[in-house]
């Protein structure tokens, strides 16, 4: 009986930077919707919590705000395949995932499905996002 040969040099499967076209993409689609979501609520009046919890959301808005520039940048740096594009797209990604686990609540809360399903497609399309990002070799 033979053993299996466990000295083989051989690495996982790393992805090019080519690969990153579609989680670029998705940053920066992702970052500019969620501006533009920001900004339409907030011109139409649509968040009471300005008058009701002014602090609370205040933060909210500043971290929802870090993070779609956050994509937007990690969106136009790993298009232009800068150097920092990977490092920047996992931390914008990371932030992401954070607040599409939380945010969903408030729509719980307030009996809005279809909205928690578009935050369970964003998680999943997220932690896509960063498995192809984990694969590019920095």
Known sequence: MQKADTTSNEKPAQGTVDDV??????????????AAQ???FLVTGQVPELHTAP????????????????????????LRKKSWGRSAGLFAHGLLVYTVVVSPGYFAQAG????????????????????VLARVEP
């Open 38 to 40: 920001w900004v339409f």
């Open 21 to 34: 076209v579609i989680p670029a993409w998705f940053s920066l689609l992702v970052g500019l919707l969620m």
């Open 55 to 78: 602090i609370r959301i205040a933060f909210h808005l500043v971290a929802e705000s870090v993070t779609a520039v956050s994509l937007m940048i990690a969106g136009m740096g790993l």
């Open 112 to 131: 809005e499905w279809p909205m928690v399903a578009m935050f369970c497609v964003l998680v999943i399309l997220a932690a896509a996002s960063v498995a």
